[in-house]
RNA sequence: GCAGGGAUAGCCAAGUCAGGUCAACGGCGCAGCGUUCAGGGCGCUGUCCCGUAGGGGUCCGCAGGUUCAAAUCCUGCUCCCUGCACCA
């Protein structure tokens, strides 16, 4: 140190430095990685592998960090632990932003030089897809590695591995080849987003126009073309999201001045507009244009509608959007304001139609055709909240409002009429979809995908939903799907009521597509041309871990199924394999995985599906505990925002151990944790407060003389603070259990800080015994401490003890300390200093004497009659007891007011707390605090007996009760 | 709409499951005092209203109810957040 360093430069914690020498010994000593022993029960744990689309930001490092904090109890516990960690490098999204990186799209290199600190010259290597990941997941200043090692992460580094690893590729394939053996895979068509201009599929990340939109499936209700010329027998399919309407259809409309076609799609002739036929030539249909026309000559022709038989007329209408669904539109009057409106305007203008040849009269004829009864609406409630609105025409901004209420209204209260047969009566919302899938059966229906609103990708060209050939997991087989609700049944649900969410998750999966067109990860084994997705190579990986640092050892080609049924199944020969089935074995199942709560209803949902179907009951995994996410100043961490705050830089800032503290402090795992440099700040000088304290015991005492048994100069006081300690060792143990973070780290920082606060005021803490009851103290927080703290702990453990807080053992309570009386006569001195204190503020007092007075006996007597008739006493059988007594009874009103207290007293106070307090000797209990009064108010104290004669030229003696003793000062 | 979560004093936030010790932990902010220069740090005190004796009043999203007793239990309502599928 040099010369004109302050004077207390060795006390002030430097987190840099001992940081330092913790990283560098925790790296060297191996402890983290732990191979079979002989113990029968490890504890694995796991976390979800990053996905290096970006760095590491803090709102991402408390996933990581609360696993850490169980390892680390764990080991202390004397328990073997696992905790690896790897890279999830599978997914489209990092190959997107290739992309974007190689073009240079300023949004992007915006995101990656200032959320992550990407220096200009390193955007090259960003440049391919595993170049760009294993960036962020290792190498860069913002890594997902730096920023664990950084922040103290107890990882068996030396399972690390990727999911685009050769090996790991071998592990999924096998994985899918199994899963389709046992038929839990299917081939189908699924609706993408399919990019017209670039002919392949895109993300949501690829759109620069309508990312929110959603596709929808409408039905196509399939007319029937009925005039007999040209176009006889031929489809006009009209497209519709309430596919129940479809008995009040009263016309149909097309706009006369749009390119229709007449196409064979599949097999059939359908007249749609020419838009649509590409639709639905990318839905999956075989079609074939034959030729094209304006809508004009389906204007006036009748069609039949499939489920009523009845002929309505095609109308012409401009409104109608060509490029939307068929381009053909049913009109339900009577329900859809629009329809309404237009029926309205268009029998206004009934004359006009002749020019199409048809019938005026026809058209005036046309009524609204109610299909549902809805309370609170008439017979036609399209009309009724039209008129009710005061709208006039169809482009009435408020139309889009009526109408969908109406809708919701008539989805939610309509109930179908007597046409409906077996679902009249019925609600909309309870019978849409079977009414919908009995008209499909029978040929009267159809459908097609449509966005909601025009989507444009990033090239310019316009996206449309596409039907693609694809392989789905069945998620909704009713054997696995058993299976996977008994492994829910199984888990330790963290927080508990996430167990119903699974439930509800597992019960309401389909089937889930699971491949993608491109992307890095692992080749569909039977068809290369597609990419097993993130969420789907990412079920079963926990158990990769346990033979990851050993694999290599394999070359890859012999890596076949043998090799994993053998390793996994314990169903093959392969001899390489069956050694290595003993670690995994020993490790498996996962004991708790630690998750986001957002991936309940799809990852850790499918990581049970999977493990349920492929593993052995044992095997199935024990717990799985959910975080909520990190906030920053209450706004959601996000690096497209720039709103995040790095490890490596806060790190610095304010030092591993109190960013990790404050992080498992703000809240509990399961709960938003909001990150706000105010409040670390605040954490960081409490961290630095509790080393300097620290410094100083260690210090002025060098020998590490901290337990004395029954140490013959401990007081009260020492029994009080050390008392107290063991219901924290308590509370810490069972929070942790529980992975309750904060309630721990609270219970044996703050909260204990609080008793240290007013042992420190009580009693002179120079004392020697004093001293030993201090580093008794801090021995234990010390070890309590170091799961939160590994840094700090270790350094100051080890100064205080020669050994690391790792070495050495997690407390247990030490019930010979457990002083549950002291701990009673220690909250009297307490409730005492406080009334004095409000006395002396109420009256403005500065007192130079204080005098207490210890209620008379009787009043005790009183108490224990009341006591008699815990817990719930009645006033008047108490007195009809204390009456009894002469002595009390000539006490008169006294004691009736005094009843009335006690009784409140009686009922608020636990048994065990009744019986501790009647065990006290009050005048000893003050008088022992006597210094500590004259102290704290600065004045002499004198305590008197309320029967033993008292100075009391107050008259304040009187008001004395048990256990609240009247109190004088002047 | 469905599912889950939430609303507590200037701000953040505990307490709610197991009603009483709750005017309601703790932190931040603010104010005062002390620590023998200021500041900082540290310590103490105060921070809903009234009160020169430890008390009283009102309060925990809104409105009711149960109870000797409600932030906590019950009923209804309002508002906010998250997810609802192929982005991971």
New binding site residues.
């Given amino acids: 140190m040099s010369a004109d360093a302050d004077a207390d430069g060795d006390r002030a914690y430097d987190h840099e430095v001992v940081e330092r020498e913790w990283r560098r010994r925790f790296e060297e000593s191996g402890r983290y990685e732990p191979d079979p022993d002989e113990g029968e029960d490890p504890t694995f744990i796991t976390v979800p592998y990053p996905?290096p689309?970006g760095g590491m930001h803090v709102g991402h490092a408390r996933t990581y960090l609360v696993p850490d904090v169980y390892a680390r109890f764990e080991r202390l516990r004397g328990e073997q632990v696992l905790f690896p960690m790897a890279w999830?490098f599978?997914?489209?999204?990092i190959v997107g932003a290739v992309e974007r990186v190689r073009k240079r799209d300023p949004d992007q290199i915006e995101t990656l030089t200032d959320a992550f600190d990407v220096p200009e010259d390193d955007l090259e290597r960003l440049e391919t897809p595993e170049g760009y990941a294993r960036y962020f997941a290792e190498e860069a200043d913002a890594s997902y590695r730096r920023g664990m090692r950084q922040l103290g992460l107890s990882v068996d580094w030396r399972r690390e591995f990727t999911t685009s690893d050769e090996r790991y590729s071998k592990f999924v394939s096998w994985q899918y080849r199994t899963l389709r053996d046992r038929g839990l895979l299917e081939e189908g068509l699924?609706?993408?987003?399919f990019c017209t201009n670039e002919r392949q599929p895109v993300?949501?990340?690829d759109l620069l126009e309508g990312e929110d939109a959603?596709f929808q499936e409408f039905t196509l209700v399939r007319f029937g073309y009925a005039d007999d010329d040209a176009f006889e027998d031929a489809v006009l399919p009209m497209a519709t999201l309430r596919p129940e309407t479809v008995r009040g259809v009263t016309n149909a409309y097309v706009d006369p001045e749009a390119e229709y076609a007449r196409a064979t799609v599949d097999g059939e002739t359908w007249l749609v507009s020419a838009a649509a036929t590409e639709k639905f030539e990318l839905q999956g249909r075989s079609v074939e244009v034959h030729e094209r026309f304006a809508g004009e000559r389906l204007v006036g022709a009748d069609v039949e509608n499939p489920v009523t038989g009845d002929r309505v007329v095609v109308l012409p209408a401009e409104f109608v959007d060509a490029a939307d669904a068929t381009g053909v539109v049913m009109s339900v009057p009577a329900h859809s304001p629009d329809d309404y409106l237009a029926l309205r305007e268009v029998t206004e203008r009934a004359d006009d139609l002749t020019a199409y040849g048809i019938d005026p009269q026809r058209v005036q004829a046309i009524e609204p055709e109610p299909i549902l009864e809805i309370d609170d609406y008439g017979d036609v409630p399209a009309r009724d909240v039209v008129e009710a609105a005061g709208i006039e025409s169809s482009t009435d901004p408020e139309l889009e409002a009526v109408t969908q209420d109406l809708y919701?209204s008539e989805f939610?209260r309509g109930r179908l009429l007597s046409a409906y047969g077996e679902f009249a009566g019925e609600t909309v919302?309870d019978v849409r979809e079977q009414f919908r899938d009995s008209h499909r059966e029978r040929g009267h229906f159809d459908r097609m995908y449509e966005f909601t609103e025009p989507v444009v990708c990033r090239c310019g060209g316009d996206v449309e939903v596409a039907q693609q050939d694809t392989w789905f997991l069945r998620?909704n087989d009713d054997a696995w799907r058993d299976l996977a609700h008994e492994a829910v049944d199984d888990i330790d649900a963290v927080p508990e009521?996430?167990r119903?969410?699974y439930h509800?998750t597992v019960d309401?999966?389909?089937?889930?597509?699971c491949i993608?067109n491109y992307?890095l990860g692992t080749r569909l084994p039977w068809d290369d041309e597609f990419v097993i997705?993130?969420?789907s190579d990412s079920t079963i990986y926990m158990s990769y871990y346990t033979i990851a640092h050993r694999i290599d050892e394999v070359p890859v080609e012999d890596l076949d199924r043998e090799f994993f049924d053998t390793l996994l199944l314990g169903e093959g020969e392969d001899e390489r394999a069956a050694d290595m089935r003993e670690e995994f074995e020993h490790w498996y199942p996962v004991d708790v995985r630690f998750s986001a709560?957002?991936?309940v209803?799809?990852?850790l949902s499918f990581f049970l599906y999977h493990h349920a179907e492929l593993f052995d009951r044992p095997e199935w995994p024990q717990g799985v505990t959910v975080m909520g996410m990190g906030l920053k100043e209450?706004e959601?961490m996000s690096s497209s925002k720039g709103n995040v705050e790095l490890p490596g830089e806060v790190v610095d800032e304010y030092g591993a151990d109190t960013v990790r503290f404050f992080q498992l402090n703000a809240?509990?795992p399961w709960?938003d944790f909001?990150w706000?440099p105010?409040?670390v700040e605040?954490t960081r000088?409490?961290v630095?407060?509790f080393w300097s304290r620290a410094v100083d015991l260690i210090d002025d005492d060098g020998d590490g003389d901290v337990a004395v048994d029954g140490d013959p100069d401990r007081r009260p006081i020492d029994r009080w603070l050390l008392s107290r300690l063991q219901s924290t060792v308590r509370a810490v143990t069972d929070a942790l259990e529980n992975y309750e973070t904060?309630?721990a780290s609270?219970a044996v920082f703050?909260?204990f800080e609080?008793q240290l606060?007013?042992y420190?005021?009580r009693v002179d803490t120079a004392r020697p015994a004093a001293r030993r009851t201090l580093r008794e103290v801090l021995r234990t927080r010390l070890r309590l401490l170091a799961p939160f703290m590994p840094f700090l702990t270790n350094e100051l453990h080890e100064r205080l003890t020669g050994e690391p807080a790792e070495d050495a053992a997690w407390p247990e309570p030490d019930e010979t300390l457990v002083d549950a009386a002291v701990e009673t006569e220690e909250s009297l001195v307490r409730a005492?200093t406080?009334?004095?204190?409000?006395?002396r503020?109420?009256?403005?007092?500065d007192p130079e004497v204080l005098r207490v007075y210890v209620a008379a006996d009787w009043k005790r007597k009183v108490l224990a009659t009341v006591a008699e008739h815990a817990?719930?006493p009645d006033r008047g059988a108490v007195m009809g007891d204390v009456m009894s007594d002469a002595d009390l009874r000539e006490r008169g009103d006294a004691v009736n007011d005094l009843v009335s207290d006690l009784v409140?007293s009686v009922?608020?106070?636990?048994p065990e707390?009744r019986e501790r307090l009647a065990a006290v000797d009050e005048t000893a209990v003050y008088e022992g605090a006597v210094d500590f009064l004259a102290r704290e108010f600065d004045a002499d104290v004198e305590v008197y007996r309320e029967d033993g004669d008292p100075h009391d030229p107050?008259d304040?003696a009187g008001?004395?009760r048990p256990f609240?003793?009247?109190?004088?000062?002047?």
Wanted: hydrophobic letters at 20%; zero cysteines.
């Fill in positions: 996905y689309s999830h599978t997914g489209t999204p699924h609706p993408v987003n993300t949501t990340h959603e919701r939610h919302a998620y009521n996430t119903e969410q509800h309401w999966l389909e089937e889930w597509p993608r992307g997705e993130p969420l709560n957002d991936l209803n799809n990852h209450g959601k809240g509990e709960q909001d706000r105010e409040a605040s000088e409490a630095d407060r904060r309630e609270q703050y909260d609080e606060r007013w420190r005021r005492l406080e009334d004095v204190h409000e006395v503020d109420v009256t403005g007092t817990p719930d409140e009922r608020e106070r636990s707390e107050a304040r008001s004395a609240r003793p009247a109190v004088h000062i002047e």
